[in-house]
């Protein structure tokens, strides 16, 4: 019932920044957490960046204080601004949205990904 597009990732040299987008549509009564986690070559996919349905948010050692996730509600977007990246930062980056349906009088719950966009940095 939800679908999720990002789009935003590309390749950038050490020290660039890339602004990463998800857009989420379909039907659903409410969105909870929305997330962004990465798959590097090789490795089991991890957290990077995620915001609460009340807008907390919290994020991976290597990500802060270069990363800041952001949300709209009314845009049904979500955001995540990186900057000073690193080859490091090379990977998978997948949206991740929490999404509440209410049928028949009973909520259900839903993770819903989308079909990831590749960040690579070059040294």
């Known amino acids: 019932q939800v679908h999720v597009v990002e789009s935003g990732g590309g390749l950038v040299q050490t020290g660039g920044s890339l602004r990463l987008s998800c857009a989420y549509s379909g039907t659903f009564s409410g969105i909870g957490s929305m997330g962004w986690y990465r798959q590097a070559p090789g490795k089991q996919r991890e957290l990077v960046a995620i915001i609460s349905g009340d807008y907390r948010t919290t994020y991976s050692d290597s990500a802060k204080g270069r990363f800041t996730i952001s949300r709209n509600n009314d845009e049904k977007v979500g955001v995540l601004q990186m900057n000073s990246l690193t080859p490091e930062d090379t990977g998978l980056y997948s949206c991740?949205?929490?999404?509440?349906?209410?049928?028949?009088?009973?909520?259900?719950?839903?993770?819903?990904w989308g079909q990831g966009n590749q960040v690579t940095v070059s040294s």
């Open positions: 991740r949205i929490v999404a509440m349906v209410v049928a028949l009088g009973r909520t259900s719950v839903h993770e819903c």
